[in-house]
């Protein structure tokens, strides 16, 4: 678990620098016997209490600061002063977008199957003053909330819709992860559910009934197509039996496709060579003849 409360201090570049500086300083006088021993002294503890006075917050961060253990304001970003003894630093607040992962497992939904679900919700801090004032430990707050909410919300929901509508549950999460989180200064802005993983044995009998239904389809759309062909197939008969030399025309170009092919053996009925008045195999063959291109 990461740490966003930041704890510093008072050693830093800058004032490492001045107290280092202003001890030389003091040094310098005490040898060139410009002031005494214990001038020297309260010079040392002067430089350590201006030096220590001196603080720095990164460009992310914003620093409380509390006067005789009472808040007095936010500092930063970059250096700042405090009045030493009397003021300290409380904490310094990352206000970066951050992100927070939690899981639900073996939570029930509503038609009482067991799921393990992990998600993540990005948050930032928008108030540092809500953030230090109203909650102890908000990160840990936020982790509570958003668990307690997934669970909420799966047991409101079917298996079904949890896998169907996953944007739809993240953005109902969200609102009440925020509605929650923005008295303490601290807004919920995304939460995106990574994966919903459920029984094995439930997996497969979830795969073999879509098996099923895909194959119910594949029979529903091939029983459709051999009823429109059926349907094709009656209109070109009605259209044939009352136009016999157009049947006599499909029924020769029919034959002529066949025998284009070379070495190729076309057997035909006889029923349908008297029809086509084609004759014998004499005839047959000559058709053949005539429908090979010459070498």
Known sequence: MTTYVIQKGWFNSISVSVWV???GISAALYVLRVVNLPVALVLVLVSSLISSSIRVADQWERAV???MGKFADLKGPGPFLI?????????????????SAFKAEQTLTKDTVPVNVDAVVYWTVWDVEKAA????????AIEHIAQ??????????ELSTLLQERDRIAEDLQQVLDHNTNPWGITCQTVGIKDIAIPQDLAEAMSKEAQAERERRARVILGTAETEIAEKFAQASSQYRDNPVALHLRGMNMLFEGLKEKGSMVIVPSSALDTMNLGSI???SSLAKES???A
């Open 83 to 99: 009045i030493p003894i009397l003021e300290s630093v409380s904490t310094y607040i990352d206000q970066r977008v951050r992100v």
């Open 148 to 157: 307690t909410g997934l669970r909420d919300t799966i047991g409101k929901h």
């Open 282 to 284: 004499a005839g047959l």
């Open 65 to 67: 600061v509390l006067r």
């Open 21 to 23: 500086v202003l001890l």
């Open 133 to 140: 004032l109203e909650v102890q430990d908000y990160q840990t």
């Open 292 to 294: 090979r291109p010459e």
